[in-house]
Structures are given as C-alpha cells and as structure tokens.
C-alpha cells in the first residue's frame, strides 16, 4: 500500500511537472505575440502615412510565410545541422558527440512525425516548436522594419521566409542547441540570442540594404542624409515599449525547465540558470539602455528608446550569468555605441535603415557575443563543460556574420536582378498604400503636406524634393515634373485632398 | 456546484485515456496520409507565395504606368 502510494505520487508529481512545462512555453509564446503588435506597431508608427497599411501587412505577412517554412524545414534543420553545413543523419539519432538529447535520424522534425499535432503522448513538442516559431517571427520583423518604404512586399515575404524559416535557424543549430559545433568545441555561450538572433537577423538586412538602396530623397545630390519624419512617433515609441514587453517572454522562453535538478532551470546548453537572474538582466539592462540613449543622443526620443533595445541585446548573450551591476553599465555605454554605429551607418555609409536595425540588433548583437567572450570568460558551457572564452566567442562571430550577410546579400541580389525586390520610383513616391491597397487609409485625420528634414536641419515641404529626386533616380528631366500636378493615382481618393500645399 | 469530473475513480479516467492513445487524424507517426498532406501543405505555400510575387508585380507596373503617363515621365 506505501510502496503503491509512492508510486503514485511520484506520478502525479511528473505529470504536474509536465502540465507545468507545457502551460509555461505556451504562455511565453502568448506574450511574445506582443513582440510581432509592438513591431507592427512601431514601423507603421515610423513610416510615412502614405505607406502605413502597406507596412503592417507586410508584418502580419511575416507569420504567414515564416510558419509554414518554419514548420516543414526548420524544425528539422534545427535538429540536423548541429554539425556545420552538411546534415547529420545518424541511423540511430544518436549525436556523434555523445551527449545525448540528439534527435536527428528518427524523423523527428519533419512535418509528418508522430511528435507533430496531437499526440497524448507529447505535450511538450507543440510548445517548444512554437517558441521557436515566435523566434523565427522576430527575425524577420527585425529585417522588416529597415527595408520599409521600398521594398516589395513580396520580395520581403521571400527574404523573410528565407531568414526566419532557415538561415537563423541553422546559427541556432550551430550556437543555440545543445549539440551545436560552436558550443560543444569552442564554449560558444549566447544565452537570449544576442548572436543568433539579433546579430543573424541585423546583417542579414545589412546585406538586403546594400541591393535595395536608400529611400528616394533620402540624399541629396552630395550624398547629405536627410531624415524623413515618422507619421506618428507616439505610435513609434508606443510599439516600442510593447516590443519591451515582449522581450521578457523571449527571455523566459529561452530558459529550459529541469524539474528533477536543482536549481529547476538551465539554458539552452543545460548549464544550470534561473528566471531570476535573466530577470534581473533584462530589467537593469532597459534601465542602463535608456539612460546611455538619452545622454549620448542627448535627448533624441527615437535613440533613448532604441539604447534601450540596443542595451538589453548586447547583455542578453551573458543574461544567465551577468550580474546586474555589470549589466547596467553595460547597457548604458552599448546604447551610446548604438548611436554612433547607427549614425555612421547613416551618415558615412550611406546606408538607409529606416529604423536602425543594422546597428541596434546587427552590431549591438555580435558585440554583446564579445562582450561576454571577456566578462563570462572560463564559464563551463554546454555538455562538455568547455569553457567560454574571447576566442570561442570569436569563432562564433566569424561563423555568424558571413552566414547572415552572404544569405541577406545574395537572395535580394537575385530578387534585384530580376526587378523583384523594389517598387517602382514612381509609387514609391505616390506612396505604396494607394498602389497596393488602392486607399489612403487616414482620410480623416485630415490632409497635411509631407513634410522633410532637410540637411540643414530644417523641416520643409517634402513633394518639391522628393519630385527632385525622382526625377534624377529614374534620369529625367525635372521639367518633366510639373510641381502643379497632384501626385496620386486615381484610385477613389481625393487628388486634391492627398496633395495640399502643392 | 455538481462534480464535473465524468469518472467514478483516477483508474477509469486513466484507462479512458489509454483507449484514445491509438487515435488521432491521420496520425500517430509517419504513414502515407501525413506524407501527403504534409507534401500538399509545402505546395500551397510555394504556390501561394509565388502566386503573390506575381499578382504584386502585375499591381505595381499598372500603378506606376498610370504615374508616369500622369506625370509625362517615359518609362
């Protein structure tokens, strides 16, 4: 009867344990949503209000072609390209390393495995593979908002599903998993995927920018940058601080569940870890971010915000091991250097992304790979124990960053070469929702005239330099351009009402 | 407040979960129709996604022929 009792109970301990695991991985992946409606909300925020709808639809999008792609090929790929380029498909699933928890070889991972739907037998499956899904999402969106404005939708549908559904998937395989090449030989240690997300998805838009090409009137003729003004910043900075929110179910889905181990949590690798710490990070890390984007912007609502992104990347790779006094001067300075990396992008390289997510997530991500290389350095990582160093943390960047730009550079060479991947001069003008979706989608917010910041500093009608700069993109003459004309397609909307002030 | 649960003890309950171990659509594990339905399923979102490659291409050209006659540029 005791023994029988026993039994019993260490059976209802494991299922709870299980029930546990399952509701927590599901809820991360209800919050994370909030990640995909703060992007949303942020890039239509900064785009012009010709181009609002076109830009959150191509964010919804996002999770109609990442899904799919994601379902049939990068779950697999995550489980079978631990070891490099080429799939491991061991007859028995066994990882060649030995350490276990390998399950390539099976048919685990394809779309028809008995793991994948409803099977009373796996309550865990579902959830993880979500998680990894709302990953998947937050690379593309993190391209998504560089290229606004410009790009085809459904060229970004393509670049997205190539990025979201495959290339970070296999940076993961290599340095977020627990068999993975850069962990188990070099310590390669990236807790909240300060690398494999953030720094993949960053340059990989570095490399779709370079073919896409700046913004009409972005430059003048001397090559000056010029700013265009975000439609509504309150709605910027409002999606902003939703995408904050959603940082913490990141975080926490970037935890694994031990239940029979103390302390109860480990990272992806299995080191032991806990909530409370990468708690503590992410919130010092905010605080650090937002005040270094305040000081070295010296105010500019835009970087004060974006330090804070920029400040919690760069300590999410050593979150599980970073103490907060660490962190929040971390935080502080990287959100200066994201100000100045973003600047020079702009400036410098010429280089126009719309909302700073080459420097902020690119640059900031592999440099908080680094940073750890220095402040986490002989932390024992993953199930060989190596230890984490400057080196291992290297290797990791020099795997990283070519895999993420070659991809970026040479799908949107291709898309570009078949004049797939941007819009044609002319509706980049009038503005992508009238082509699209046939409407301008504020009529009753009234009809202002765009409005610049021109190289000086001072903010001016956009229309004369915009029909400027169109006229020199596509080789006319600007005699051709009669500034009388109303710029807009009919398309049951008020011409006049579309262009006042010309 | 009546009692929801359906079973007279966890053993029913448990043996009633056994009997549906065996069952779900198409499944469990691999067999012909989730070959089929999962190769189906990577057909539609190919078609799908070139589909909307063509059917934007088609928008935007019609678009911007309609700009450039408005505004006399030769394309």
């Given amino acids: 009867m005791g023994v029988s009792m026993l039994v019993f109970a260490q059976e209802t301990v494991d299922l709870t344990s299980t029930v546990f695991t399952e509701s927590y991985y599901f809820f991360t992946v209800a919050i994370m949503w909030l990640l995909h409606v703060g992007f949303m909300t942020y890039e239509a925020g900064v785009s012009r209000r010709k181009n609002v709808m076109a830009t959150a639809i191509k964010n919804i999008l996002t999770i109609a072609v990442v899904t799919p792609v994601f379902y049939y090929v990068g779950w697999k790929v995550y489980f079978c390209m631990e070891e490099g380029i080429l799939p491991t498909l061991t007859a028995d699933g066994n990882n060649p390393e030995g350490t276990g928890l390998y399950f390539c070889g099976d048919g685990y991972g394809w779309g028809w495995h008995g793991s994948m739907g409803p099977n009373l037998g796996d309550n865990i499956t579902g959830v993880f593979w979500a998680a990894f899904v709302l990953f998947s999402w937050t690379t593309g969106s993190i391209m998504s908002g560089a290229i606004i404005e410009r790009v085809r939708t459904s060229a970004y549908l393509i670049l997205t599903a190539l990025m979201g559904g495959i290339v970070w998937v296999i940076a993961a395989a290599w340095g977020w998993s627990y068999g993975g090449w850069l962990t188990l030989h070099f310590g390669y240690h990236d807790f909240a995927a300060s690398g494999v997300v953030h720094g993949i998805a960053g340059i990989f838009a570095l490399g779709v920018l370079l073919n896409l090409g700046p913004r009409i009137g972005k430059y003048d003729r001397q090559g000056r940058a010029r700013a265009f003004k975000p439609h509504n910043l309150h709605m910027t900075l409002m999606g902003l601080m939703i995408i904050f929110t959603g940082f913490y179910a990141f975080y926490a889905a970037c935890l694994a569940i031990t239940a029979d181990a103390a302390p109860g949590w480990a990272n992806i690798y299995f080191s032991p870890a806990t909530l409370s710490a990468i708690t503590f990070t992410i919130t010092i890390g905010f605080a650090g971010g937002f005040a270094g984007g305040y000081f070295f912007s010296k105010g500019d609502p835009f970087w004060t915000l974006s330090g804070g992104l920029a400040g919690v990347i760069a300590v999410s790779a050593g979150a599980d091991v970073y103490s907060p006094n660490l962190v929040f001067i971390l935080a502080f300075f ?13 400036v410098k390289m010429r280089v126009d992304d719309a909302v700073g997510a080459v420097a902020v997530h690119g640059v900031l991500g592999f440099v908080g790979v680094l940073l750890l290389g220095v402040f986490g350095a002989g932390y024992p990582t993953g199930a060989l124990g190596v230890e984490t160093s400057l080196l291992g943390q290297l290797v990791g960047v020099a795997a990283l960053f070519p895999l993420a730009f070659l991809t970026g550079y040479g799908a ?91 | 407040m009546g009692d929801s649960f359906p079973y007279d003890s966890w053993a029913e309950a448990q043996a009633a979960a056994d009997g549906t171990t065996g069952y779900f659509t198409w499944g469990p594990g691999s067999n012909t129709m989730s070959y089929i339905l999962a190769i189906l399923g990577i057909a539609l979102a190919v078609t799908w996604t070139l589909w909307i490659v063509r059917f934007e291409d088609k928008h935007l050209r019609e678009a911007a022929s309609g700009l450039n006659e408005k505004w006399g540029i030769s394309s």
């Avoid at chain 1, 990287?334 to 702009?346: H, K, M, S």
């Avoid at chain 1, 080789?475 to 010309?502: C, F, I, K």
């Fill in chain 1, 334 to 346: 990287c959100a200066g250097l994201a100000f100045y990396v973003g600047n020079f992008i702009e």
């Fill in chain 1, 412 to 502: 949107s060479w291709i898309l570009k070469k078949l004049n797939l991947l941007r819009v044609p001069p002319a509706v980049e003008l009038e503005g992508l929702d009238i082509a699209e979706y046939g409407s301008d989608f504020f009529p009753e917010w009234g009809q202002v005239a765009e409005t610049i910041i021109d190289v000086d500093g001072r903010s001016v009608e956009a229309e004369p330099i915009l029909r400027q700069a169109l006229a020199d993109a596509i080789g006319a003459s600007p005699g051709l351009l009669d500034l009388r004309e109303p710029v807009s397609v009919d398309a049951g909307v008020d011409t006049d009402a579309t262009t006042s002030g010309t």
